[in-house]
């Protein structure tokens, strides 16, 4: 047994426990407080570990396993829906940002080719960190949320090459280069084909098959297997583990049991990202740091101001407000993980030879950082959204279609805010009904795709009052807001409020903590998912048991008035709910069909006397589309017909011949 080394996972356990502890009592994020473990505990701080190769083999496992995850949580249609963020947005920020370091970097006497690797280091941002703090606020659906995933794997891809080129930098050896470059192209063609072949046939059969045994020991072996498989083939095709981790969850995305691999790995991959995290902090040298402490600073400042404009600027280039902009910008602004990978790299070809501890101060500051910078995002976009800047600035560079594209001039209508899940229901609820709406929603490829189709949509930010009076909110008798964004959804209620005290406004929230906050500032109602659910589950519960639609109506209304307090608290009193299994202890309620040549086909029910003879009550009778609550004794009965009957099992099973031929 290898002992050192669950020494020093002991010691990093219970360091981080307690700094988690301390963290979590200052409401700091646990993502720093895990660079921290590693900073104490690394050979740079108290020297408490030993065993540094071996805890950095975990780290990257945890890498693996969080784009694992990702991938499961994410699906090829949802890759593709990202198409444009991915190739554009993801080119754009890395070739500007290695133009822009590269001019600085020779300003300041750096060589030519030296400089253009230092742009490669600053191109890259934190894959882990980042999706990581998106998941944890539930952002990964929102616009900056999406142009931040496509950023970052176009980053996850473009490393590769970053790698191959690095040598030729250099002057070594270019041929081999090429070669290299040929041969990885051939390994990317054979990995693509083996993605696809396992999607579609491999995969769903081997999961099937496992899934068969009931057995969870060998479900979770197979998942891991599979997850692993593909980040090795990737690695050894010259692409990156993470990458290779992301694709094999989205092949299992594909499946029916993607939730339940969810299910099983999670586990796993909090406790080996936590490795990952601190084995970051255990590259940070504290004594230099402290010893340049100006010029680090200075530098990690340069590079997140530098990359968060470059990234908020290529994000209004794809179309997108200046908030989600500012958002996206702020997201991605830290060098990544796979900086530290390309760094090892350079080293090796005799660059970074005198600036390489102040690089690795430099990232490990910058992904430190991100955690608050993530956090604060939200009110800084805020509050330079409210300055006067340029409407198209602020609303997007896309065109707004004017008020007649989106159905006229409306008044009396719905204004829907989002066009996710929630939105498309609203609105295909609307139009079933004939009530006239327009829709607000901040993609630009769904605005596009959804007017082709004839849906009376806008596009825009709908914190903005210029976007909300475009769709007529004034005139509007309920505006409802469905989108992911916690911050935006409160700004969205301001404004809308700003505009009309009459419309009646519904939120859609995530969490009930944000309930009171909605109500604060002007929502009529605010519907929480994480109850919405439990009541529509009660209402079934109680309708099984025939408690009447009115008092089930009366229940629910109760519990969405008091805020879901009969949930929240369990303490309430529930003794007018209590036992009512009881109330009808021997009654069961039935349907029976009506079979052609039964002996009820073509007699009235005054004729069969059901509950004279049987004790048995016929409570409606269905006849293709049309359900007669109360039928008339003289109706008679014909095949087809479902009649739906109260009594006794015993007695429902005396007349069960009657309907049969």
């Known amino acids: 047994m290898q002992i050192p080394l669950l020494t020093d996972i002991v010691i990093i356990f219970g360091l981080a426990v307690t700094v988690l502890l301390l963290f979590h009592f200052l409401r700091l994020p646990a993502v720093v407080g895990l660079l921290l473990t590693g900073t104490v505990a690394g050979p740079h701080g108290l020297g408490l570990i030993d065993a540094v190769h071996e805890v950095e083999v975990l780290a990257e496992i945890g890498v693996i396993l969080l784009l694992f995850t990702i991938g499961i949580e994410f699906s090829f249609k949802k890759l593709l829906e990202i198409r444009k963020q991915f190739l554009i947005g993801g080119s754009l920020q890395v070739g500007l940002?290695?133009?822009?370091?590269?001019?600085?970097?020779?300003?300041?006497?750096?060589?030519?080719?030296?400089?253009?690797?230092?742009?490669?280091?600053?191109?890259?941002?934190?894959?882990?960190?980042?999706?990581?703090?998106?998941?944890?606020?539930?952002?990964?659906?929102?616009?900056?949320?999406?142009?931040?995933?496509?950023?970052?794997?176009?980053?996850?891809?473009?490393?590769?090459?970053?790698?191959?080129?690095?040598?030729?930098?250099?002057?070594?050896?270019?041929?081999?280069?090429?070669?290299?470059?040929?041969?990885?192209?051939?390994?990317?063609?054979?990995?693509?084909?083996l993605v696809l072949v396992a999607t579609r046939w491999l995969m769903p059969w081997l999961l099937r098959q496992v899934a068969r045994t009931r057995s969870r020991e060998l479900f979770l072996l197979c998942?891991?297997?599979?997850?692993?498989?593909?980040?090795?083939?990737?690695?050894?095709?010259?692409?990156?583990?993470?990458?290779?981790?992301?694709i094999a969850g989205l092949i299992i995305s594909e499946s029916e049991y993607s939730h339940q691999a969810l299910g099983n790995i999670l586990p796993f991959r909090n406790v080996f990202t936590s490795f990952f995290f601190v084995s970051i902090g255990m590259l940070l040298d504290t004594g230099f740091l402290l010893g340049n402490l100006p010029a680090i600073l200075i530098g990690s400042l340069a590079v997140l101001l530098l990359k968060g404009v470059i990234a908020g600027s290529v994000t209004i280039l794809l179309g997108?407000?200046?908030?989600?902009?500012?958002?996206?910008?702020?997201?991605?602004?830290?060098?990544?993980?796979?900086?530290?990978?390309?760094?090892?790299?350079?080293?090796?070809?005799?660059?970074?030879?005198?600036?390489?501890?102040?690089?690795?101060?430099?990232?490990?500051?910058t992904m430190a950082a991100t955690p608050f910078i993530i956090t604060l995002a939200p009110r800084l976009a805020d509050r330079i959204t409210r300055l006067p800047l340029p409407v198209r600035l602020r609303t997007g560079l896309w065109p707004m279609a004017e008020r007649s594209e989106a159905g006229e001039e409306l008044s009396h209508h719905l204004v829907i805010i989002g066009f996710g899940l929630n939105g498309r229901n609203v609105a295909r609820s609307a139009g079933m009904t004939g009530i006239p709406y327009v829709i607000i929603e901040m993609s630009p490829d769904t605005v596009r795709q959804e007017r082709e189709k004839g849906e009376p949509i806008l596009y825009g930010d709908a914190i903005h009052e210029e976007v909300l009076r475009q769709a007529g909110v004034g005139e509007a008798t309920v505006v409802v807001v469905a989108i992911n964004d916690p911050a935006a959804t409160r700004e969205i209620t301001e404004s809308v409020r700003r505009l009309t005290g009459r419309a009646h406004l519904i939120i859609r929230t995530r969490y009930l903590s944000e309930m009171q906050a909605l109500y604060d500032l002007g929502a009529n109602e605010v519907i929480p998912e994480e109850f919405e659910t439990s009541v529509?589950?009660?209402?079934?519960?109680?309708?099984?048991?025939?408690?009447?639609?009115?008092?089930?109506?009366?229940?629910?209304?109760?519990?969405?008035?008091?805020?879901?307090?009969?949930?929240?608290?369990?303490?309430?009193?529930?003794?007018?709910?209590?036992?009512?299994?009881?109330?009808?202890?021997?009654?069961?309620?039935?349907?029976?069909?009506?079979?052609?040549?039964?002996?009820?086909?073509?007699?009235?029910?005054?004729?069969?006397?059901?509950?004279?003879?049987?004790?048995?009550?016929?409570?409606?009778?269905?006849?293709g589309r049309e359900t007669f609550s109360s039928p008339d004794a003289d109706m008679p009965l014909q095949p087809d017909d479902v009649l739906y009957l109260i009594a006794s099992p015993q007695q429902l099973a005396a007349v069960d011949h009657l309907f049969r031929t």
Not at 175 to 180: E, G, H, K, Q, V
Not at 325 to 336: E, F, S
């Open 536 to 623: 529509e589950i009660f209402s079934r519960v109680l309708a099984k048991y025939l408690i009447p639609r009115a008092e089930i109506d009366r229940i629910v209304s109760e519990l969405r008035a008091d805020g879901y307090e009969m949930f929240r608290d369990l303490s309430r009193d529930t003794s007018s709910l209590a036992g009512i299994h009881l109330h009808l202890p021997d009654v069961e309620v039935a349907s029976m069909r009506v079979e052609e040549g039964a002996a009820v086909a073509g007699r009235s029910l005054a004729e069969l006397a059901f509950r004279r003879r049987y004790g048995v009550t016929v409570l409606a009778v269905r006849r």
């Open 97 to 193: 940002t290695l133009l822009a370091v590269f001019f600085l970097a020779r300003r300041f006497g750096v060589p030519a080719p030296e400089a253009v690797f230092y742009g490669f280091l600053v191109a890259l941002s934190s894959t882990a960190i980042v999706l990581r703090m998106l998941q944890e606020r539930a952002e990964m659906d929102t616009p900056h949320g999406r142009v931040d995933l496509g950023v970052l794997l176009f980053q996850d891809v473009i490393i590769v090459p970053m790698i191959l080129v690095t040598p030729l930098l250099a002057g070594n050896r270019p041929d081999r280069i090429d070669s290299a470059v040929y041969l990885f192209a051939a390994k990317g063609v054979a990995i693509v084909i």
């Open 320 to 365: 997108l407000p200046l908030r989600s902009a500012i958002l996206a910008g702020l997201g991605i602004c830290q060098v990544g993980e796979f900086s530290f990978i390309l760094s090892r790299t350079g080293v090796e070809h005799g660059f970074l030879t005198d600036h390489y501890q102040i690089f690795l101060a430099v990232a490990v500051l």
């Open 223 to 246: 998942v891991v297997t599979i997850c692993l498989t593909i980040a090795w083939l990737t690695a050894s095709a010259g692409l990156s583990l993470a990458l290779g981790a992301f």
